[in-house]
């Protein structure tokens, strides 16, 4: 049993160590490899004919009527994915940052990459347009809207990353789950405030990011960069007590 505590307290001290590396390299941006048919699972966004259309069609007018508001700016700030995943420092409780934090921030910046050949697949399959691009509206984050004005809005890239980002924090920081969790639904809403998506798009984006999540956890090398991201933040967590 004591050989065994050993082999196991050296494995999450490697696991440290090279995710400490790892982080400090380029290859941080890499993504985990994910191997997923979402197409499989995932419903064919609303046809324009349909009645789930009209509640997308709904919801957006509702998001597009709090433009101008304290809201509308949070949805604009979350529109900028080079902020992620500083976004969620309130919600966890303590600042993600390279300075702070550099394992965690790397392995977050790593798992954000990881959503993109899925959803681009999906979005390829799709083509469906965006709605400020069917309406010929303006959106809350304008430095954008050239270049995603002809991409595929569903489902939402936006929400995949931010709400499997809520699901790893929650793990790493279960106290504060609930708040987590909320942001990581707020992150995914911004998307229809800002008329970037519409709320099929984000709630199919929220479906992918839990079952990449999931697949993720059979991959030995997530698991060993998640296991030092939590030490990481338990150290730090005992740092700030007196």
Known sequence: MRALTCLFGLWLFLSAHVSLVFARSGAAHAG?????????????????????????KELY???????GSQRAS??????????????????????ISQETLPVLYAFLRRLRKSFGKTVRRVKKTYERLRPYT?????TCYPETEAVLRQQSSYPSGHSAQGWGMALVLSEINPERAEQILARGL???????????????????????AS?????????????AELEAARLEFARWQKAQKP
């Open 32 to 56: 985990f490899d994910v191997e997923l048919d979402a197409l499989a699972f995932l419903p064919e966004p609303p046809a324009l004919t349909s009645a789930l259309f009209l509640h997308d």
């Open 211 to 223: 079952a990449i999540v999931a697949r993720l956890h059979a991959n030995a090398v997530f698991l």
């Open 74 to 95: 949070q949805a604009a700030r979350d529109a900028d994915q080079r902020l992620l995943p500083e976004l969620f420092s309130e919600a966890f409780g303590c600042s």
């Open 186 to 208: 707020q992150f995914g809403q911004s998307r229809v405030i800002c008329g970037y998506h519409w709320q099929s798009d984000v709630e199919a984006g929220r479906l992918l």
């Open 134 to 138: 069917l309406y010929g509206d303006a």
């Open 61 to 67: 007018e509702l998001g597009k009527s709090q433009r």
